[in-house]
């Protein structure tokens, strides 16, 4: 069993080294991507809730 855990942290460890890893430079421009889209949603999602949930307020209030 233990030469089969041997074998397999090997695989895993050449496998790694397989790996193509990004740079910081890539990585910051992802990261900077993913936030900028992030929080657009957010704001879309802001600008279509609010009145929406103010709409539904103001029928339930005067549908009572």
């Known amino acids: 069993m233990f030469a089969r855990i041997k074998r397999f942290l ?3 460890k050449a ?3 397989k ?3 990004t740079n910081r ?3 910051v421009a992802s990261t900077s991507v993913v936030v900028v889209a992030v929080m657009l949603i957010a704001i879309f999602v802001f600008l279509v ?3 929406l949930s103010r709409l539904i307020s103001s029928m339930l ?3 009572r």
């Open 10 to 12: 090997i695989e895993i």
């Open 25 to 27: 430079k890539e990585l």
């Open 61 to 63: 209030k005067y549908g």
């Open 19 to 21: 790996v193509s890893w």
């Open 49 to 51: 809730d609010t009145p």
């Open 15 to 17: 496998e790694l080294r």
